[in-house]
């Protein structure tokens, strides 16, 4: 599995865990995991573990970046999928360049082109805030 296949399985994996966290339903984040996984991904499982125990502070990051918008408004998808490319942006020693375009890349096969645009100028301003 590359990383652009395992980034759909983070993103489908978060979705899940925001909309069980949102109807207050219980769940085992092992479980979701191993749900989502036909063989062991190391890749998958840190970065899963790292947004959520992040989850908190790329909220207030996304916040911070949106404009007239709170990352709450935003669906499921789009809040995992930004989550993810804040994540790999400030977390990570993936490429800036290649979080930003695998987080857009996600956006437009999974979110509408206002959404894209949303997502990609939030990192934009997150990655600019980072190497200021």
Do not use: C
Request: no cysteine.
């Amino acid at each position: 599995m590359n990383r652009n296949e395992s980034r759909v399985i983070i993103m489908t994996i978060l979705y899940q865990v925001f909309m069980y966290q949102t109807n207050k339903i219980d769940y085992s984040l092992d479980e979701v995991i191993n749900e989502n996984l036909s063989i062991d991904n190391s890749f998958v499982k840190e970065m899963v573990n790292g947004i959520l125990d992040k989850k908190e502070d790329l909220f207030k990051t996304a916040n911070e970046h949106l404009k007239d918008w709170k990352i709450s408004r935003l669906g499921l998808t789009d809040q995992a999928i930004l989550s993810m490319g804040i994540y790999e942006l400030l977390y990570t020693d993936t490429p800036d360049i290649v979080a930003i375009n695998e987080a857009v890349e996600l956006a437009k096969k999974y979110s509408d082109d206002k959404v894209k645009n949303m997502i990609n100028g939030v990192l934009d301003k997150v990655y600019h805030k980072k190497i200021d």
